[in-house]
């Protein structure tokens, strides 16, 4: 008998009154307009500071991703997978696939991104790769979802939506 399995993200948000800190599932959390992440984005561009982008990214989801997987009890590869597109698309990012994913590294598909329809909406195309918080969500993501260190890997924009390209792509690399 073929049993079918879905998997949910649980989701508990609160305001606190006095301090107006927003939280997602007791995690702190700002989740910003277009408008202030492409700015934050050229920012970091301006000054050469994109990886700080990717290293901030990197820890917040990985660190979010162990704790849920760790309070909900989920070990399963798919399930560990399923977690963390929901989590990235609860948090307004966009809508991330993963391809594959093992030891040695995996690739990422976004078909949506907040942050390059933005960039897009307020520059048009770009040059070149700009979505740092994905790559770092990436490779804090495959770190999670196969219990390793933050750290274990890198992630790199290898097609991305602000050069025109349909999608954008990041190849997951073991560091």
Request: include cysteine; glycine fraction near 6%.
């Amino acid at each position: 008998m073929i049993e079918e399995r879905t998997t949910s993200l649980e989701v508990t948000t609160k305001v606190e009154p006095r301090t107006c800190r927003h939280y997602v599932n007791d995690i702190p959390m700002v989740v910003h307009c277009h408008h202030y992440s492409t700015l934050y984005t050229q920012l970091a561009i301006d000054t050469g500071e994109t990886e700080l982008l990717a290293e901030v990214s990197e820890e917040m989801f990985h660190d979010l991703l162990v704790r849920y997987y760790t309070e909900h009890s989920i070990d399963a590869i798919d399930d560990r997978v399923r977690i963390a597109t929901l989590y990235f698309a609860a948090m307004g990012l966009g809508k991330m696939d993963v391809t594959y994913l093992a030891e040695y590294g995996g690739k990422v598909i976004l078909t949506r991104s907040h942050l390059d329809r933005g960039w897009m909406r307020k520059w048009g195309t770009f040059d070149r790769p700009i979505n740092y918080v994905t790559a770092g969500c990436c490779a804090g993501m495959a770190a999670a979802i196969l219990e390793m260190p933050r750290g274990s890997f890198r992630a790199e924009e290898i097609l991305s939506m602000v050069k025109g390209d349909p999608h954008s792509e990041f190849k997951i690399i073991r560091r």
